[in-house]
């Protein structure tokens, strides 16, 4: 799997001794969560992997040099069961999803790391990535962080019925890989589905409201698509990634040095 994280920001590429050289106490590991799924006719399964390296990898050279930040190798399985039908979906249960987080986190204990962050690109695990989080600040005291998608990007020009519905394959994921990965892009292979409209507002929502229904993709969009990727463009993709790359090391940089207060 191709990786923008720069090699010494890679903690997969230290050895032993490097590790154990490392301040403990100070230093933040970032964990990817993501997805290998369908997405649609015109982006690869590896769609919500590859963004998150990519966002990450570009925040993490924002980083100073001196700041003890690594990024983990990514959980390229996610709980994708939305799109289960779908050739080359490949998807963990949310119990499976979660006991690798929980015996990676017990491992970090294990070695006398405190700081995690759960960096997370794939709707699917959300609720999971925050369930873990609480759960492994609960059982193994590890001061743990959840970030989520791309913030401070600010998706200009993005049309507001692709903003609040283009969830899954639609204008700004095909920009960030037609920024970074154009060869994996079939641009004239285009298709577009919405599973709600602005314009029609009705009291259940796909999800984010106090009254929601659940779903799966192929009750939607028979391509896959949840969305419409026609106005995608890698200029607009590298300008959202580096805004949300800058968003992403604010984030990080404020958890590394992060301590709770207590009464305030």
Known sequence: MRTWVPDARNFAYLNWKQVDALPREKTLLVLGT???????HHLPLATDTLCNNL???KALEL?????????????CY???NEHIGFPGTLSVSAATFMAVIRDLGASLAAGGFQKLVLYNSHGGNTSLVDVMARDL???FGLRTFSLFGSPGAKFDGVSEQ???????AGEIETAYLLYGTPELVDTTAYTSNYIARVDEPELLKPEGSSANFAWLTRDIAPSGVMGDPTAATAENGEKW????ARGIADRLLAMYAFEPKHGV
């Open 78 to 80: 996610g709980k994708s």
């Open 137 to 139: 600040r609960a059982e």
């Open 241 to 244: 990634v580096l805004q949300a």
């Open 55 to 57: 966002l990450l990898g």
């Open 34 to 40: 993501a997805a290998v799924e369908q997405h649609g």
């Open 63 to 75: 980083i100073p040099a001196e700041v003890p930040i690594y990024a983990l190798p990514p959980i």
């Open 162 to 168: 692709e903003r609040t519905y283009g969830f899954h």
